[in-house]
Structure formats: C-alpha cells, structure tokens
C-alpha cells in the first residue's frame, strides 16, 4: 500500500473517514468491532495511563500492608528492589528500542532488491 | 573364493598370467582394425578381450592373496631373469590395480557400443577400439612392470593412445581437437620428464629394474643425481596423475572426448599415474631419504590440499556436467596424494582404498552422463533438469554415485574419507581433516545443484518424456552403483586390500 | 512396552510414513498417514521404557545408542510429536507429495536425534533434518527460495559435518563416541559447540535462520519454526549443561534481534528474529547449569515450540488468504478473520509471557534461575529482551496484521483445519499456562514432565505469587502504555518496504562476489595471468630447459602454455626441496 511516514490509527484522532465495515462478520464485530471506533485511541491511552499508575501505586501499598520485618517483594538484587523497578525498566526498554527504530531503519534498510532476489513476493498465491 | 579360482584355473594360465594379461589385448588390437562388421565385431572381441583380463586379474589376485601378507608374483618375460631381462612383478599393491583397471575397461566396454555407435564415425569405429585396447594394454602394463624403463614404454603407448581416442571426440564436438594436442604437449612433457629422472638414476645406479634399483640407491645413498631424478619422476608423475596445479589438460580432455573414453580414463588413467607415483615414492625410493619425506610434506601435502579446495570451488561454477566431475576428479586426486603424503601404513592405505572407490564413483557418474548424451544430447547442467523423471534408472544410479562422492553414509566415498581422516588424526594432521571435511562440504554444493536440477525441476523438454538409456548401458552403470553401496556397507573387502597394498610396500614389498 | 516394538525409535516411525508418503499419490492417504504416524510414535514414547539403552548395535567399532529415552529427551520429542500431530492437522488442506513427504521425514529425524545415545548417529539424523527440511523451502518455487534454501543447506551440512569431525577427534582422543557432558578444551570439543551454535542460531551463526524461514511454504515454515533449533537447544542442554559462555552468549541472542525485529518489514521474518531471541533464554539457563535452570529451559522449550507454532500458524493463514506477509500491506484483518486473530493474540499473550499463559510460568522459571546464579548483567538483558518480544511479537505481529491501518485487505477466515491446529496449539498455551487449581493440572503438568522433576527447588516453585504477578504486569503494562504514547504522539517508527541487512551480508554481498570474481578469475583470467607469469619466467624456463631436457622435446622453448610453466614451477619448487632440506 502507501508508503506514509503517518503512523496510523492510534494518533488517528477520528477527522479520518471509518474503513469499511461491510464484509465484516458478525464474530469480529462483536469481538473487536470496539477497536475501530473513533474514540479507541483516547480510551485505550487514558485506560493503560489508570492501570500503569495503579500498577505502580499499589507496589508501596502491598509492600506496608506486609507489615514489619516482611516483605512483599523478592528481590534478587539491589536493582531490583526498587520501587516499581519493572515498571520503569519495561518503559524504558520498550522505548529505546522504539525509538532505535529510526536511526536502525536508515542504516540498514535498503531496498528491496539490494540482494536481487529478495524483491520477489511470496511464493504462495492467496486463496481469497 | 579364492581356492577355488585357483583350482578351476589351469596351470599355464596361472603360470603366464602376467604374460597374458599384456599379450591378450596388444594381439587383439591390430585384429580389430581388420575384424568386417563396422565396428561390431570389433566392439564384441574388446568386450571378450578386456573380460578374459578380468579374469586373469582375478587369478594374479588370488595369487596374490594365497600367501598370507600377500605374495610377490615375479615373472620373467621371455625368460630373461631380472635385473637384466624385463621382470613383471605383482604384488598386493598392484594387482589392486589390475584388477581396477581390467573391471572398469569391461564394464565401461560393455557400455561403449550404443555411445560409440552415436559419436564415432562408421569407418572409424574398428580403429577406435584397437586404440582403445592398445591404452588398455599399456595401462596394465604399467601397472604390472617391475622395469622403469619399461614403464616408461607402456606409459608412452597408453598415452598416445589416448590422444587418439580424445581426438575422435572431434566428431561431437570440434574441441576434442585442441583438448587432444593439449593434451599430448603436457603429456609428452610429463612423460619426458619421468625418462628424464630415470636417466639420472640410471646414471648413478647403472640399473633400470626397480628392486634392483632400490637396492642400489641405498649404496648411493642421496647424491645430487638422485636428487634431481627423484624430483623430474615426482613431476612428470604428478602431471599424468593430474596432480594440482598440472591438470590443467585434463578438464578439457574429459569434457569433449567421445563418452566412453571419458567414463574409462577417468576412472583409470589417473590412478595408474598415482600408483606409478606410489610405487616410486616407497618402493623405489624410501622415506629413509630425507628429500623424500621433505618433498612428500612440502609439495605432496600443500599441492593435494590446494587441488581439494581449489578444483572444487571451480567444480562449483561449472555449467557442463562433464567440467564439474571433471574439476571434482582433480578435487579428488588431492585426497589421494593428501593420503599418500602422510607417509603411514595407514595414509597409504586410505589413498589407496580412496583410489578404488573414486574410480568406482566417476566411473558410474559418466556413463550416467553418456546415457544423458545418448538420448538428450547435452551436458549443461541445464540439459539435465526434470531427468529424474524422464531417466529414472539413469539418474537414481547417477544419485547414488554422486552421494558417494559427497561421502554420505553407506556409501564407498564415505568410508574411504573416514579412512582418510582417521590416518590424518592418527598422524595428528587434524588441520588437514579440516579441510578434507570443509571440501566435502565443497562437494555437497557442486553436486547438489546437479541433483537439485535432476530431481526437482521440471523437465524443459517435455517431449522427451521417459526415454531411458539403453539397457546395455545401464546394466554397468547399476554395477558400478551397486558396487558404490557394496563397498559402503562391507568396506571390509576393499580396505582390506588397501591395507595389504600398503602392508606391502612398508613390510615387505619390493625390497 | 516389551519385545521388539519398544526397541524402535518413534522418529523412525515418523520417517517411514514420510517415506511411504513420498511414494503415495493419493492425497487422503498421505494425510492419514500424517495424522496416524504423530500418534503411534507418541504411544510409543508415553510407554517407553526410562533411561535404559533400549536399541544398540556395533558398527564398524562403534557402540552405538539409537533408542534411549531419559527425562530430557523424554520433553522434547514429546513437544515434537504434538507439534508434528498440529502440524499435520494444518496442512490438511494442501496437496504436495514432496512437501508431505519430507516434512514427515524431517520432523522424525529430529524426533529420531533426541534418541541417539552416540554422535554417529546423531549425526545421521542431524544431516536428515537439514537435507529433508531444505525442501519445504524449495516448495515455494521462486529464485529466493531457492538462493535462500542453498544457503540454508550449506550452513546445516556444514553443522552436521562440523559434528561429526568434532566427535571423531574426540573419539581418537578418548575413546568414547557417546553423547554425553563435555568440557570444552579439546579442539574436538570445540567443533562440536560450533556445529550445536550453527543451528541454535548462535549471534553470527544465526542469518540462515531470518534468512530462509520466511521464505519458505505456509505450512513449511511452521514445520521449521518447531524443530531444528529446538533439536539444538536439546543438544546443548545434553552435552554442554553449565558451560558459562553460554550464559553471555544467550543474553546477547536475546538482545540484538529485537532490534532488528522492530524495522523488519515482513512479519513471518520477525517472527523469525523473535524465534531466535526466545532461544537465546534456553541458551542462557542451559548455560546456568543448575537443575531448576535446565528444567526453565526444557519448559521454555516445550511451551516455545507451541507458541510459536502458533503465531507462525496464524501469519501463514494470512499468507495463505492474501498472498503477503508484509506489514505495509496488511492491516485491518480482523473483520473478515476474526478467529485467527484470537488465536494469533493468545499466542502473542503466550510469547510476551503474560499470567495465565505459558509464557509466563515456563519464562519465569529461567529467569529465577540466572538470578539465583548472580548473573545481574544477563538478567537485566533478559528482563530488557522480555519487554522486547512484547514489542515485536506481542504487538507488532498482531497489531499490523489485523488491527492497525485499514488495508482494505478482506479475505475469507483462514480454512477450517488451519482454525483446528491453531485451535489446539492455543489450548495447550493456555492449559500449560493456568495456575495448579487441582494438583496435576495447569502448569503442573508441565512441571512434572520437566528432566529434573524431583528437584527441591523446583518442585517448591511457585509462579503464581502476588509478587511475580505484581512485577510482570508492571513490566508489560508500562511497556504497552509505552507503545501507546509513542504511537499517539507520532515517535512509533513507521513500517516501511526494504530489507533490513544482517550479518550475512558479509557472504551474500562480499563472499560471494569474492567466490565468483576469483572463480572467474582461475577459469578466464588465470591463463593470462600465467602467461605474464610465463614471459617473465621464460629466461628461466630456457635455461632450466637447456640444461634438463636432453631429448629436446621442451628445446624449442616458445612454448607458452600456463602449463608448461607450472611444470617448471614445481620441478624447481621439488628440486629446491630436494636440494636444501637436510
């Protein structure tokens, strides 16, 4: 399809016209018809944002709730015993290898036809 | 088995085998030339006559293998007793040899007619096989001289001989012509060469019978003449047994020859040069010679190595069948002479026993590929795509021989490179294992395309569906293919010959 | 089982059936056959006798072990043959002799090789894999394929032969030709690792695998995606169980190909990439060493090989339906293939490692393993390549593939035996993965079949604390809530045609020129070469002749034939030695 730098649907903010729903079936309408909804993005991002927070919060509540002397979480190392450690290294890894994609992408992408004979498509035909 | 050849045979043909085995096919060939039947009954008296030589091969082994540790059969020609009258000596080593040579003619005469009949011209075809069986004939008789003059004799017949038969591939394709006078300047040179160290060891010994001659090289000992005669036999040698960087003549040589001399020579000619070399570097000459031993690890060594990587990276960018086996067949002389140039019992040995099964291997891969000559015409890797299908029994015994030649399980090729590699870790050359296993690797590639082309690709040619090679073809090919898995399975027979051969020269032997 | 059906190697069972198959042109009985080998095979194994040579024989000196079942290969031929039974379910619908054929042949050498008790017949089975398995790459029939597949073939040869040549030393230097633990140390030894590296997709070693994988047939790759690295891993937690090495080696194959995950294109190939970074945390705890570690591996193993399949199930039904595995051209599918993409999210939930899906309690258990062993460096990669897969596979796969941009793309839902094998691949991801609510069940059937079963730490393993749980969903919710910020303001790296360029690029691009320039360069311009050689050397070569050639054949000396002076060459070359070596 189009090559465009737009990175779609999620930063889609609903000024674009729906995709066609006429051939969809029934399971996948009620399944996942929510997620082509105008408002997914925004609800999706205010729903991760609540449960990211709760998830971070509640580490401090559980850890008092466990009362003197215990503790509620087990830690390997010192690194780990930080508050929210996984959620900070999860971000921060997801992130650095998000944003390596860009500089990755430029340096190693070439075209398709770079080894003259990857440009080929698949060997399957489709069955529609 | 082998008493029981020796009771059935009688006494003057067990007595004059050396003899026989010369005088057989040297009358038979000037007889050929007059036989009427345009070639026919010329075609069938060779097939008569290189039979009855595998036959008195069988009895000169069975000799042989009489005497525990292997006996030496001395036979004096025309009663003139060594070391002045010419002597034919037969030990475990050559009749080894002998008895190649004489199965691969039989077989691949037997197979020759239908390719003849395509290739050689009508008025031709009796000469052809009178050359044919005067090559043949040398062959043996290099194989059996214990005369290094002689040696020389035979070599030079078997050599002008081939040029001919080279030459009449001219027929099919008008490059037989330069690949034959190629052929013949690097020949001679090879030959001239080899009368040249004999002359200086002549020189210096004043004899010409080999175990004579060993025994008066000892009193020499190592002079500059010796010297110097050792290094033009271990040349011209080398460039007759295709030894790297002197093969040069032989890819075109096998490429554009008529199909039944590529399937003989390649699985013969060569390896009387090698045996030839064998014979000078333990026999004659020893590795109490410090050159010996120095030329066997300095050139030997690094030359077998280079030819294994080298010709097999060139086997992998051929586009002719013929080229590809060709190159592989210089690939695989290196393997022997790595062998040989160990210098062990056991190094020898596997060259040797590697020597048996290649013959067995290039002998099946061309005449599989003279069938495809015979009934598609071409040799482009290209020609042979989708045979697999039109040329079942063909192709599959083609398939055979081609795994052996990879050295896949089961087969002759990989219990010889077992072999091969079991003496080099013996000798701790693991470094040269290496590189017998990583060229194996080499050969998977080259052969692979082949079979890749014949086994899965549609045939470009859907006309020509299912004709196969003729029956009269076929049945040698599936011998040599079936021999192929025989060996495989009992190398113990093979190898044990191997191991006699070179039991000989290191125990007993000449001296 | 007794008498002489216990003493078959399963694998061989496989084998026949593909050889049978070869032979059958008749399609329901290939498929019969398919369906029927997979489960005789697995009732042999389920009564096969433990730890006992059950099949021996000596070979021209060699003792050889075809048929030993112990905990370990216990594991792993069982995830084989249940792949190998799904695999057959899913290729219900095709008709190919050769594809039926060599891939029955190629699932039961790789069956057949956890068996060998000795190397010379793992290597047997070994080779078998990788020249049966290089046809269901063929099978798609295009030029890529092909180059692919050659390329394929020349490394696995190259493993298998690596193998051998390794055991062989090692026999000469110990006679002793078993499959057993080893040091390394001996240069035998070391060929062996090498030849385990190649097909474990080793960091360097690994571009045959992102290469060929996603070229291959739909059903053929799944069939790939199973079994010879997972026949690797096997072979490396056998011999090399504790070797330190292993430990960086594994981190570092975590790491690296979620980068090259993230720009790739083609999903079948980050399917690839994040098949070989779920092998580097096998490679790591087979490194650790310990038994809770082997244990974190083998379950990885099994729970990977279902997983996987299934992703790999769910991108072929795209391919299958729409003719295109690429991101740029996918998107939407959900409308029209709503199954698949349930099933390509459980096994997406699987791989990220989320609770109540295998992932999670068999991650979990290698994880803790390289911790307990202080490896702080190694952990922390791990941890950071588990956020990884969630990037590449938990998201990417089925976000461009059936949410994301509309393609406009609406296919029929994948054919109904492609539903049914993926349908059982996600029943086992789940059932493996739920908490041990009725002892036996859940993960505890996974923990039970695992090698080291009776080892205290392991046994006391609990996956499902609050902690654990507490930890994970922190890791993949912020990493998620990573993935929709970056998206919502625009940072997330837009899909885009190409190929991305790996290591091999070395011998695709340099190598191979290299071979072909001086391929052509001995068959062309060597004469030439030689002739220059031979005008500068023709002084000497008159020389040498006048004074060696007494016939006089050579006297004319114009001969300027390559040849001929490499005839000189080495008759000055063997006179210099024969002269000056004392």
Known sequence: MSDSTKPPHLSDHGEHALPDDSHTRPTAKLLFGWTSKPWTGRLLFILFAVASLGLILVEPLLEMAAGEGHHFRHAYFNIDAITGFYAWWGFGSFALVVLAGWPLGRLMRREEDYYDDESEPAGEEPHP | MMEWILQMVPAWAEAHAPALMIILPLMAAPLCVFLPGQGRTAWLMTVVVTGLCLLLSLVLLAQVRSVEGGAIISYAMGGWAPPHGIEFRIDALNVLVLMLVSAIAFLTSIFGWPTVQAEINEQKRAMFFGAFLVCFMGLLGVTSTGDAFNLFVFLELSSIATYVLVALGSGRDRRALPAAINYLLMGTIGASFYVVGVGFLYASTGTLNMADLSLQLQDVGGNRAVQVGFAFILVGLGLKAAMFPLHQWLPNAYSYSPSFVTAFLAATATKVAIYALVRFLFSVFSLEYIFEGASLAMILAPMGIAAMLACSFQAIFQTDVRRTLAYSSVAQVGYMLLGISLGTAAGVSAGMFHLVNHALMKGALFMAVAGVVLTYQGTRIHDFTGLGRSAPWTMTAFAIAALSLIGVPLTAGFQSKFALVSALLDSGWWWAAMIVVFSSVLAVIYMGRILEAVFFRPPNNPQKRHKEAPLLLLLPLWVLALANIWVGISGSFVSGLADDAAAALFIGGVK | ?582
């Open chain 3, 1 to 582: 089982m007794s008498g002489l059906l216990g003493t078959i190697n399963p694998g061989l069972v496989l084998i026949l059936a593909g050889l049978i198959a070869g032979m059958t042109p008749v399609q329901r009985v290939r498929q019969g056959l398919a369906l029927a080998a997979p489960v005789i095979a697995l009732l042999m194994l389920l009564t096969a006798t433990r730890d006992t040579d059950l099949a021996t024989m000596s070979m021209m000196g060699f003792d050889m072990v075809f048929y030993r079942v112990d905990g370990l290969s216990f594991i792993f031929a069982l995830a084989f043959l249940i792949a190998a039974l799904i695999n057959a379910v899913y290729a219900l619908h095709q008709d190919s002799q050769i594809e039926d054929s060599m891939g029955l042949a190629y699932m039961g050498a790789a069956v057949a090789a956890c068996f060998c008790g000795d190397f010379i017949s793992l290597f047997v089975f070994w080779e078998l894999t990788a020249v049966t398995s290089v046809f269901l790459i063929f099978q798609s029939g295009t030029r890529a394929a092909y180059k692919a597949g050659m390329r394929y073939l020349g490394l696995h040869v190259l493993s298998g032969v690596l193998l051998l040549f390794g055991a062989m030393q090692l026999y000469f230097a110990t006679g002793d030709i078993s499959v057993r633990q080893l040091e390394l140390g001996n240069p035998g030894v070391l060929l062996i690792f090498l030849a385990l590296g190649i097909k474990a997709g080793f960091p360097f070693l690994h571009t045959w695998l992102a290469d060929a994988y996603p070229k291959a047939t739909v059903t053929g790759t799944v069939v790939l995606s199973a079994f010879t690295t997972k026949l690797a891993i096997y072979a490396l937690a056998r011999i090399f169980p504790g070797e330190t090495s292993l430990v960086w080696i594994g981190a570092i194959m975590t790491v690296y190909p979620v980068f090259f995950a993230v720009v790739e294109n083609d999903l079948r190939k980050v399917l690839s990439f994040s098949l070989n970074n779920q092998l580097g945390f096998m490679v790591c705890a087979i490194g650790i060493g310990t038994p809770l570690a082997l244990n974190g591996a083998a379950a990885h193993a099994f729970s990977h090989i279902m997983y996987k399949s299934l992703l790999f199930m769910s991108m072929g039904a795209v391919l299958y339906r729409t003719g295109t595995t690429k991101a740029t051209e996918l998107g939407g599918l959900h409308r029209t293939m709503p199954w698949t993409t349930v099933f390509c999210l459980i096994g997406a939930a699987s791989i990220s490692a989320f609770p109540l899906f295998s992932g999670f309690v068999s991650k979990s258990l290698s994880m803790s393993a390289v911790a307990y062993a202080g490896f702080v460096i190694p952990w922390l990669m791990l941890l950071f390549a588990s956020a990884g897969v969630l990037e590449h596979s938990g998201i990417k796969i089925p976000y461009f593939a059936f949410f994301g941009h509309d393609s406009g793309k609406r296919p029929k839902e994948a054919p109904f035996n492609m539903l049914l094998a993926m349908g059982a691949a996600a029943f086992i991801c789940v059932g493996v993965g739920l908490p041990a609510l009725i002892p036996g069940f859940g993960f505890d059937w996974l923990y039970s079949i695992l090698p080291y079963a009776d080892d205290p730490k392991t046994m006391g393993y609990e996956p499902y604390t609050a902690d654990h749980i507490l930890t994970q969903m922190q890791l993949l919710i912020l990493a998620i809530f990573a993935f929709v910020v970056l998206q919502r303001i625009g940072a997330y790296p837009p899909e885009k045609r190409g190929i991305i360029l790996d290591t091999d690029i070395l011998w695709r691009k340099l190598g191979y020129g290299l071979a072909r320039w001086s391929g052509s360069v001995w068959t062309k311009v060597g004469p030439t070469m030689s002739g220059v050689f031979g005008s500068l050397s023709s002084r000497a070569f008159r020389r040498l002749e006048a004074a060696f050639s007494p016939r006089g054949t050579l006297a004319r000396g114009e001969l300027y034939n390559s040849m001929a002076v490499w005839t000189v060459v080495l008759l000055g070359l063997s006179l210099l030695v024969a002269f000056f070596i004392r």
